[in-house]
Every structure is written in C-alpha cells, then in structure tokens.
C-alpha cells in the first residue's frame, strides 16, 4: 500500500471526486488509493463551451514602457506620482495607458494584460478572447430578455384569463342578483309600509 506524506490517505468516494482525510485508527486498514484519472471537481461546468486562453503579454522587447502623471480622481496623489503606465508595441505601434490604481506594480500588470488582449483582436479578429467573451455576453443577454419576454406574456396571459373567468362569473351571476335585488326591494316596501303604520 502506498502512503502518503504529511500523514494522509486519499479515499475513493465516487467516480467524480476524491478526499483527502487525516489517518486515524480507524482508518489503518489498508483502503486504496484513488485512480490518478478521477477528476477532483464536482461542478456541471464539464459541459460548457470552454472560453479560450487568456492571450499571453508580447516578449519586453517589443515592449516601450514609460511612467507618467496621473489625472482625474484620487486627489493630490494621483498628480504627484508617475504612476501611470504607457506601453509602446514596437513593431505595431499600439499605445496603451492604464492608471486603473494607485499602484505602479499593479498599473504594468494591467495594462500588459490590456495590451495582450489588443494584439489578439489584432490577430484573430472574431476568433479572439474578447471577441468570443463579448458574443457569450450578448447571447446570455438576449436569453434573459427572451425568458423576461416569456414571464410577462404568461403572466399578462393569466390575467386575461382570470378577468375572462370573472366576467363569466358575473354574466351567470346577474339572474341570482336581480333576484336578490327585487328581494331588497321587496323588503325595502315592507318596511316603508311598516315606518307608515307604525307613524300613524
């Protein structure tokens, strides 16, 4: 039996997943130890489209790199520092500026990120990231609209049918009311008689 360092043992659970749990006595019995090919995720997103790779920053040397002011909000900071990160591609002359942060460190990793994503557009065209990301976010959208759609119809389609039911209701209705009335009003005359005799 294999073991394992750090005083662990892998036990199989299902098809779909593996747990790692502390040895105990009550787990010295020699349990085996779950297949290498088990994947150790349990989510459905097995079947969804899978988005591409992220595309990697251009090498340094195609790369000019210059820190500059900042502007806009974040006050007096924000104008004192050379925060601000510009990028050069060389050979195809794109610019890119990010001052997204205070933070120079975090400003380069930005706008190399930013930078990357402008030379796949460059490219791939409509097979890039970004591309592809914008289209799932357009489909996702029109989806929500479409089932929003849906709602609204059946909800306006269960209030026609209820004001329908209603209507039906009160057309079988109006013989019990007249009825009803020509008794309130039959009462009605009795009482009127009754007012007179007692008054007299």
Known sequence: MLRLP???????????????????????????????GH???????????QMPARPKPPPEDEIEESFLKGSGPGGQKINKTNSAVQLKHIPTGIVIKSQATRSRSQNRKIARDLLAAKLDELTNGAQSRTAIVGETKKKRAASAAKKSRRKYKKLAEEKEAAAAATV??????????????????RLQEQAQVINTNTQT
Request: charged share 20%; hydrophobic share 40%.
């Open 6 to 36: 750090l005083r662990l043992r892998v036990l199989p659970l299902q098809a779909t997943r593996t747990t790692i749990v502390h040895r105990h006595a009550a787990l010295r019995s020699s349990a085996p130890i779950a297949l290498a």
């Open 168 to 185: 039906a209701e009160e057309g079988a209705g109006t013989d019990v009311e007249v009825a009803l009335r020509s008794g309130e009003g």
């Open 39 to 49: 994947s150790l995720s349990t989510s459905p997103a097995q079947h969804r489209r």
